[in-house]
Nanobody, 130 residues
């Protein structure tokens, strides 16, 4: 049974930092492209950061230079370091996995990435106050 379990969400003030983690089990982790998505209230879910099996990363323009995605192939974990947080970063954050041979990190971004992902976590809530 495939499981993706997010943790690390919470409430911080604008300008602060948070680190999200995702524990992945039940699949051959090293073969999967991994990504972080977010969904703000009333908006579509969108991919904000992706990382390929090789470690190549890509980011949405909205988070470039502030968010950093990383994976640990020994621990089967995926992290998202979020710095300089803004109120508009408030959202439910989800980790997701797609088989690596058919999905690049770039293809996980935006709303078009939704259909490419094979497995999803249940999300962790991030709230940024002004």
């Amino acid at each position: 049974q495939v499981q993706l379990v997010e943790s690390g969400g919470g409430s911080v003030q604008a300008g602060g930092s948070l680190r999200l983690s995702c524990a992945v089990s039940g699949l051959t982790y090293r073969l999967y492209t991994l990504a972080w998505f977010r969904q703000a209230p009333g908006q579509e879910r969108e991919g904000v950061a992706g990382i390929e099996t090789s470690g190549v990363t890509t980011y949405a323009d909205s988070v470039m230079g502030r968010f950093f995605i990383s994976r640990d192939n020994a621990k089967n974990t995926l992290d998202l370091q979020m710095n300089s947080l803004k109120p508009k970063d408030t959202a439910m954050y989800y980790c997701a996995a797609a088989i690596g041979w058919k999905t690049t990190a770039t293809q996980t971004l935006g709303t078009t990435g939704l259909s490419r992902m094979d497995y999803w976590g249940k999300g962790t809530l991030v709230t940024i106050s002004a």
